[in-house]
């Protein structure tokens, strides 16, 4: 039996000595990184249902969750300690738990324990109970310490005062209290935790409370706040402060730790949020949809800074959070008002986990603001470091790659289906079928060498434009079809079925991967001065930066002795691509632009030297032309994505 687990469990169930009415209680122990952490009921369904306690977010975490009721089940069980304690049916704390469960104290369930506290200091206790049928019926929340009892009575108090019928609010069905426990109890609900914040724009405005709108500076959440600033004396406080003086706002409902865990959805109706120890009745609007976006991205995501930056600027645009704000009072205020988010963040709540990443964001946000607020007019400056090491600038490189390819997971724009985007956009997109067509057709009694991906891909490129992403996307797919089709129905003997199907993935990568750019670029990021006074010129950057394009140099070469050897007739565009992309964002576009040069030219070259009977030198010259469109369109798209999105900031403000 767990020595460290069975202290804890005495002092929740121990009653009245001698025992008159055993109940015996039998559980295996789940520990987490080494401390005690779920208490499973021996009986494996029961088991199944206590490990509802814990939404698991990361995916270490929900394989782990997944695979303990199958090594329950097993003579494995054996490696989860077993504990087990005796209580009195007849003791208060035990009839308390009896009524809440509709049974006789003799007949309770084992009940599912959660282990709750601080760095491993058990002063909280989550326990699921279970009905008759064997079905969880209740939740209920033990304070052991006086830490832990302080809070599940003021808990407790919030709940009981929460407005009953809105969504989201949870209700108390029952309370207890002795010298040494604290507790309360509520309805169990069951559902999913979110994956991101669709949807939840209809809690967040039910929670809402009627005008008058109220000063900020009156409510309790601010005077945390301006105490905790004060006393850290935070020299960007008197600047937020400013910013926000005088202004009034909607007061909500506030959660005070609005994330995924602590939050069950069955559907957008039917919504239950746990854990109020933190809220208040009268808080600061947008607070809990901002902590939802950056806990999430920092302790489940584990996204970089510039990641969260651009999720919550995702948030900022969509018209669900437009519409929110201005319900709210706060459409003129939000970036600011995120800014004092987290510096509560920081100062009062003073989490555990993910301090220094929130010190971080709040840093890169302050700087963007700022530049915002001065018009771009503030002094700014590359950062002062010393010349990265070669495995500095490689990791640098790789991580500005993977960049250009973000979507928003947490803040998701919400598009209309697809065939509704089609159908809207439906003379478009028959335009570009036509366009796609007549290129093909001429393609088709063209001389076979000559490339025309160019004239494929500007239509796509329009109807991006135009019409968006995905029907772009799907367009890109026909386009890049188009071409090798022409090709080998022409000529079947020139190459097999697996020359045209790589060279028809090469080309629709290549085709959706500039529509997914050509998105990127049109978004409004948070603000980033195209070219700040002091930034890095492109020889210092290509000096930084030199072995990332020695080693695309030298990729290059090996590239086109491959193509050349294994098939002239294989397209490897979206290979020779990767020099050009990656040396734009590296250095800059005059040196994009030489390495795409160079790229295009290796491309061409190498199938004139595979095959210099068929692609003749005009051929050769031609398809180097029709390669250095492609490759320049890619490089001042990536250029336009780098400038103009803080997932790239790298400045800093004196």
């Known amino acids: 039996m767990s020595t460290n687990v069975t202290p804890v469990i005495t002092l929740l169930f121990a009653g009245p000595e001698p025992v008159h009415k055993p109940v015996v209680f039998y559980w295996r122990l789940v520990r987490r990184r080494g401390r005690p952490f779920l208490l499973l009921p021996a009986n494996s369904q029961r088991a199944g249902n206590g490990l509802e306690l814990y939404l698991a977010q990361r995916p270490l975490a929900k394989l782990c969750r997944s695979l303990i009721p199958v090594v329950l089940r097993t003579p494995a069980a054996r490696v989860f300690e077993p504990v087990a304690i005796t209580a009195e049916a007849e003791?208060?704390?035990?009839?308390?738990?009896?009524?809440?469960?509709?049974?006789?104290g003799g007949t309770l369930a084992t009940p599912a324990i959660k282990f709750g506290g601080v760095a491993g200091k058990t002063s909280r206790l989550i326990l699921l109970l279970h009905d008759a049928g064997g079905h969880p019926i209740r939740v209920v929340k033990v304070g052991l310490d006086p830490a832990g009892r302080a809070l599940t009575t003021r808990e407790a108090d919030l709940l009981s005062r929460l407005p009953a019928g809105v969504i989201g609010c949870t209700g108390i069905t029952g309370r207890f209290s002795s010298e040494k426990v604290s507790a309360f109890a509520t309805t169990y609900f069951s559902g999913a935790s979110l994956d991101n914040d669709v949807g939840i724009e209809t809690l967040f405005r039910c929670w809402l409370n009627e005008p008058p709108l109220v000063p900020l500076e009156s409510l309790a959440s601010w005077h945390e706040l301006e105490s905790m600033a004060h006393a850290a004396d935070v020299s960007e406080w008197p600047w937020l402060r400013d910013a926000l003086a005088g202004q009034r706002v909607r007061t909500t409902l506030f959660h005070g730790d609005f994330t995924p865990w602590n939050v069950r959805m069955a559907n957008l109706e039917m919504i239950q949020a746990f854990d109020w120890e933190r809220g208040h009745l009268h808080g600061i609007p947008g607070w809990d949809w901002f902590h939802f976006i950056v806990q999430t991205s920092i302790l489940v995501k584990r996204h970089s800074r510039e990641r969260i930056a651009a999720e919550l600027d995702q948030l900022f645009q969509s018209p669900r959070f437009?519409?929110?704000a201005?319900?709210?009072?706060?459409?003129?205020?939000?970036?600011?008002?995120?800014?004092a988010y987290?510096?509560?963040?920081?100062?009062v709540v003073q989490p555990e986990e993910g301090r220094q990443r929130t010190q971080r964001l709040f840093q890169l946000l302050w700087q963007q603001w700022r530049m915002k607020q001065a018009g771009g007019q503030v002094r700014v400056r590359a950062p002062v470091r010393a010349r990265p090491s070669p495995g500095e600038q490689f990791k640098s490189a790789g991580r500005k790659l993977a960049n250009l390819l973000w979507q928003p997971s947490l803040s998701p724009a919400l598009n209309p289906p697809l065939l509704q985007q089609c159908g809207?956009?439906?003379?478009?997109?028959?335009?570009?079928?036509?366009?796609?067509?007549?290129?093909?057709?001429?393609?088709f009694f063209v001389k076979p060498p000559i490339m025309l991906a160019p004239f494929y891909l500007a239509p796509c490129i329009g109807l991006a434009w135009v019409a968006g992403r995905r029907p772009a996307l799907l367009m890109a797919m026909v386009a890049g079809l188009?071409?090798?089709?022409?090709?080998?129905?022409?000529?079947?003997?020139l190459m097999g079925w697996p020359t045209f199907l790589w060279n028809v993935t090469m080309r629709i990568l290549v085709f959706q991967f500039v529509v997914v750019l050509l998105h990127s670029a049109r978004q409004n990021h948070l603000y980033r001065p195209p070219a700040p006074r002091g930034a890095a010129p492109g020889g210092r950057l290509l000096a930084d930066n030199w072995l990332v394009v020695l080693g695309m140099l030298v990729y290059l070469g090996l590239l086109a002795l491959l193509n050349a050897w294994v098939s002239p007739h294989g397209n490897f565009i979206l290979f020779y691509l990767l020099p050009g992309v990656l040396v734009a964002l590296v250095t800059d576009a005059r040196w994009g632009t030489a390495a795409a040069g160079l790229s295009a030219a290796a491309a061409a070259l190498a199938q004139h030297f595979g095959d210099p009977g068929y692609y003749t030198w005009p051929a050769t010259g031609w398809n180097a032309l029709m390669r250095l469109a492609v490759f320049q369109i890619t490089v001042l798209l990536v250029r336009r994505v780098h400038q103009e999105n803080i997932l790239f900031s790298d400045l800093k403000v004196d």
Do not use: D
């Not at 201005?326 to 800014?339: D, M, Q, R, T």
């Not at 809207?424 to 393609?443: E, F, K, N, S």
């Not at 188009?482 to 003997?493: C, D, I, N, S, T």
């Open 91 to 104: 003791a208060s704390w035990m009839r308390f738990l009896a009524r809440q469960a509709g049974l006789e």
């Open 342 to 347: 987290l510096l509560h963040q920081r100062l």
């Open 482 to 493: 188009a071409g090798p089709e022409m090709q080998y129905f022409k000529e079947p003997g």
């Open 326 to 339: 201005a319900e709210a009072g706060i459409s003129h205020c939000f970036e600011p008002l995120l800014l």
């Open 322 to 324: 437009q519409n929110y």
């Open 424 to 443: 809207r956009h439906w003379q478009v997109m028959l335009a570009t079928l036509l366009w796609i067509g007549g290129v093909a057709a001429l393609h």
